[in-house]
Structures are given as structure tokens and as C-alpha cells.
């Protein structure tokens, strides 16, 4: 008898522990109907006491077999008061199949108190239609019929001359590109008037030598920049008189490229222009320290090669032929 009393009482002690356990749990859709594929939030949230530990369900990427998960939100919780608290996540979720789906309850595992228990939420429900077929809507929207259809107007001349100036407006616009790439290629102006003639590669070459001999900068302790313009006026100068692209080659390139055709100069002149050569590699980049002579001498080997190998212009006008191009060169 003792025992079924004890049993009794128990009983009666975790009923009143479970009556004081208040959990509300609610799981509700933003929307209850929607068009297939759209997307609606469903908000899962518990209301629980301080102290309980409580796990919150996890939800997979799918809710049954007909509702999927889109995204799922951070969870959030809130402190109601001293004695309960409020735990939410929403998620964001989509169907893809019409008709009315049930989404599974959520299971809430807890402990309260030394007691062990799980809750559920109730169960929502999604309705998800379709629009009406394409054909019977657009049916709907065109109305009566008419029997013979509407007698269309001739069309006029009005009413293609804009077409009629558009095409040939773009027929003249692609006429002068043609025309003016034509004259770019024979080296003629777009009007037609003869380009001003080319100034030869020689007079270029001879009017920067004066300049650098005018300047006398090796004098001023500037021996690699004399290098640097001695080499560059000489190689625009054979690219220009011998259409070897010698700016952008190397030293030994540009003598190659001369070995490689010997017919363009004279042995005397090509050992002329490698001493040049190898003499401003070896000041710009092994740090030599020529002679004062040895400066002159390259300024007068430039002065040599440019005139050795130069092509002479018959023109009408003596006065544009540079009398210096002929005179002797004196360095002081």
C-alpha cells in the first residue's frame, strides 16, 4: 500500500512541475497563399522560461517533400523578462509544386528543473497556385473578334522618306570613312592637297649633332647623357635612312642587322659606326670614363657616318640645303 502511495504522490509532483513549465510555440507564414515558385517567410518562434535549457530545431533545406528552404536567417533572442525568454529565426522558403502543403511540425527538445521533455509547434499550412493558361488569358483580354479584319492604307511617300534620307545619310558617312582611310594609305591629305614633303633623315640627323656640339654637356661632367644623344640620333637616323628599327634594338642587334646586309655600307663606314657603338655601351652601362679626345672623336665619327651615308635631295632653291652639312667638323 506504501508503495502504490509513493508511486501516487510522484505522479502528482511532476504533473504540477509540467503544469508550471509554460511554453508557446508558434510556427507562421508571412502569406498563406502564393503563386508557384514565389517565396514567403515562415517564422518559427518559442516563448520559455529563464533557466530552461532548450534546443532549437535544426531546419534542412528542405520542409517535407514539397516546400523547400531558400535562406535561412540568424536566430534571435529576446529577453521578456526576469523570468522568460523569446527565441525567433525566419526563414525563407518557396514551392514549385500547386496545391496545398502541410509543413511539418517543429520539434523543441528541453530540460526544466531535471525534467526532459519535447514540445512541437503547430503545423501550417501553404497554398500555392498557378496562373491560368496563356492561351485562355489572352482570350480573355482580347474581347470580340471582328470578322474581316481592317483594310490597311497604302503607304505614301511621306512615310519613307525619313527611312529613305536615313539610309542614304548612312551611305554617305560610310563613303567619306572609306575615302579618308584611302587617302591615309597613299600618304594624301583627306581634301586631296599633296602632304608637305618629309624632311631626309640626314638633315634631321646633322641639325641634332649641332645641337650636341653646341651644348658641349661632356664638358660638364655629363658623359653618359653625350652618349645617350650621340646613340639616339644615330639609330632615329638609320631608321629613317635605312628602315632598320634600330630604336628598339639593341647595340648588337643593330651591327647584326648590318652584317646581315652587307651591300648597306662600306667597311670603313661599319667599323665607324661599331666603335660608336662600343663606346657609348661601355660609358653607359660598365661606367668607362673616355678621354676628353675620345669624346671628340665620337661626335666626329657621327658627324662621318651621317654624311657617308646619306641621300643628297636635288632641290630647286639653294637656300634650303644646310651649307654646314659639307664643312669640317672642329671640336674645341
Known sequence: MMKYLAFLLLWLFVSVSLKAVELNIRAQLDSSIILIGDQVKLQLEIEYPAGMELVFPIVLD???????????????TVKLDNERLRMAQEFLVTSFDTGHHVIPSFQFAFQYQGYRDTAYSNSPVL????????????NAL?????????????VTFKEVAPWIMGILLAAGILFLIWYAIQQRKNNRSFFGFPPKPKEPAHLIALRELDRIKAEKIWQQGKTKEFYSDITEVLREYIENRF????????????IAEFKHQKNLLDEVTFNNLVRILKNAD????????????????????????????KIEVIRETADLVDEAEGEDVMIK
Open 127 to 138: 497554398h500555392v497556385f498557378t496562373l491560368p493558361k496563356l492561351d485562355s488569358l489572352m
Open 62 to 76: 528542405s520542409l517535407g517533400n514539397t516546400v523547400e528552404v531558400v535562406e535561412r536567417f540568424a536566430p534571435d
Open 142 to 154: 482580347k474581347g470580340p473578334i471582328d470578322i474581316k479584319p481592317v483594310a490597311e492604307a497604302p
Open 282 to 309: 661601355l660609358v653607359k652601362f660598365a661606367k668607362y670614363e673616355p678621354l676628353p679626345d675620345d669624346n671628340n672623336l665620337t661626335l666626329v665619327d657621327a658627324y662621318f657616318f651621317v654624311n657617308q651615308t
Open 243 to 254: 628602315e632598320i628599327n634600330a630604336l628598339e634594338l639593341t647595340s648588337d642587334e643593330t
